[in-house]
T-cell receptor, first 113, second 117 residues
């Protein structure tokens, strides 16, 4: 089946630094990838839709300059959290629509200290 | 706009018993798809079951079945013969199927299920 590999699974960074999260489709091409954020005990909230070869589409309230998305190839999308702050600490997870279903990455737990 | 409502923040069930997790949705679309996912503490999203809006029969996948009542806009998940490993967060989600629309999922707030031994 379709597999999306997400790295890193956990990251701890200092406040003010940037963190890059990668999602890679292993055996299929992903022209569109969705990025979600999930705070503890809460739901998955869509942050942005990543489109290969074009600009990402961000949801209302999500800062484009803070959450940089790059989808430079058909198999790789990256989310960079720039100048991270403690309030950015969260679980980030990517997803790809495959046929009529979805496959998810394993998620990244970001802790900003 | 689409909205998914899960009114049970937490549920408890005795091992081997059946449990129903509620989900209602709001959409003006005629074509849509409804999903249920399980999220254990590890964070991975595990697909459980899918129901299309035009499917006449309720979906079933092993111990999981979906009680789809289109007129009431509800898509409750029924887990039969609960197991300890079923303890997790469960999310109901919806996707628009109409052409030209982005295919992202909209998630409910989730239900934390705890199976008691």
């Amino acid at each position: 089946g379709a597999v999306v590999s997400q790295h890193p699974s956990r990251v701890i960074c200092k406040s003010g630094t940037s963190v890059k999260i990668e999602c890679r489709s292993l055996d299929f091409q992903a022209t569109t990838m969705f990025w979600y954020r999930q705070f503890p005990k809460q739901s998955l909230m869509l942050m942005a839709t990543s489109n290969e070869g074009s600009k990402a589409t961000y949801e209302q309230g999500v800062e484009k300059d803070k959450f940089l998305i790059n989808h430079a190839s058909l198999t790789l999308s990256t989310l960079t959290v720039t100048s991270a702050h403690p309030e950015d600490s969260s679980f980030y997870i990517c997803s790809v629509s495959v046929n009529y279903g979805y496959t998810f990455g394993s998620g990244t737990r970001l802790t900003v200290v | 706009a689409q909205k998914i409502t899960q009114t049970q923040p937490g549920m408890f069930v005795q091992e081997k018993e059946a449990v129903t997790l509620d989900c209602t949705y709001d959409t003006s679309d005629q074509s849509y798809g409804l999903f249920w996912y399980k999220q254990p503490s590890s964070g991975e999203m595990i697909f459980l079951i899918y129901q299309g809006s035009y499917d006449e029969q309720n979906a079933t996948e092993g111990r999981y079945s979906l009680n789809f009542q289109k007129a009431r806009k509800s898509a409750n998940l029924v887990i039969s013969a609960s197991q300890l490993g079923d303890s997790a967060m469960y999310f109901c989600a919806m996707r628009r199927i109409s052409s030209g629309s982005a295919r992202q999922l909209t998630f409910g707030s989730g239900t934390q299920l705890t199976v008691l031994p």
